[in-house]
């Protein structure tokens, strides 16, 4: 079982709705990663974290997407005008430093009607 | 640009066969390659990674891949296989470390792993 939890499992939102999703890391890890996989199982990088700042983004990232990962608190992925490309599933994984393994959520299936 | 190839979508097998899952990669430097799999309704999980060293390296599960770099492959072996192998095998390809931690995994589009009993 995955000791990465995200919340919640499912997400329906209208078009221009605001969507949220909820990630807590293993215990320990410092490296936390949010990656869009869509319907044709093809990964999309959003913007990995490392204890607490934000290490890389992508562009798409820096204008509707928006995301934290506060000490002491579940990291958060944020859409604020969802769109219907957005609907896909949202996979948050973490990892210690290095070349190491990511541990995967089962993620959140964003649907946008 | 770094990509992963990951040719077969599906690959169907009979149990007891000996399965490859074949992974091609583009990238211009030394690369960290990884095989996750993903079996219905559960996360993604890791089976083995290459960093350096022994080209061929042994995973959980039982899974071996060997790392080719004449031909840019890392490709994914089990003999023999059983049908709880049946699931989704994704290849993914990591750049070398930044000095300021993990750098992002590229994935392939997966294959699609069928052993029939």
């Known amino acids: 079982n995955s000791k990465v939890i995200q919340t919640p499992r499912y997400l329906v939102k209208g078009q221009g709705q605001k969507a949220k999703m909820r990630c807590i890391p293993e215990?320990?890890?410092?490296?936390v990663f949010w990656y869009q996989q869509n319907k044709n199982n093809e990964f999309k990088f959003l913007i990995n974290?490392?204890?607490?700042?934000?290490?890389?983004q992508i562009d798409m990232t820096e204008k509707r997407f928006s995301a934290e990962c506060p000490s002491n608190s579940p990291c958060s992925l944020e859409i604020q005008s969802s769109e219907a490309g957005d609907s896909a599933l949202y996979l948050c994984?973490?990892?210690?430093?290095?070349?190491?393994?990511?541990?995967f959520g089962h993620g959140t299936k964003l649907s946008v009607l | 640009a770094q990509s992963v190839d990951q040719p077969d979508a599906h690959v169907t097998l009979s149990e007891g066969a000996s399965l490859e899952l074949r992974c091609s990669y583009s990238?211009?430097?030394?690369?960290?390659l990884f095989w996750y799999v993903q079996y219905p309704g559960q996360s993604l999980q890791f089976l083995l990674k290459?960093?350096?060293?022994?080209?061929v390296v042994k995973g959980t599960k039982g899974f071996e891949a060997e790392f080719r770099k004449s031909n840019s492959s890392f490709n994914l072996k089990k003999s023999p296989a059983h049908w709880s192998d049946s699931a989704k095998y994704f290849c993914?390809?990591?750049?070398?470390?930044?000095?300021?931690?993990?750098?992002?995994?590229?994935f392939g589009k997966g294959t699609q792993l069928i052993i029939q009993p």
């Open positions: 974290f490392q204890n607490q700042e934000v290490l890389q």
């Open positions: 993914a390809l990591e750049g070398p470390l930044n000095t300021e931690g993990a750098d992002r995994l590229t």
């Open positions: 290459y960093i350096t060293g022994d080209t």
């Open positions: 994984a973490s990892s210690g430093t290095g070349a190491e393994r990511l541990f």
């Open positions: 215990k320990g890890h410092p490296v």
């Open positions: 990238y211009s430097a030394a690369p960290y």
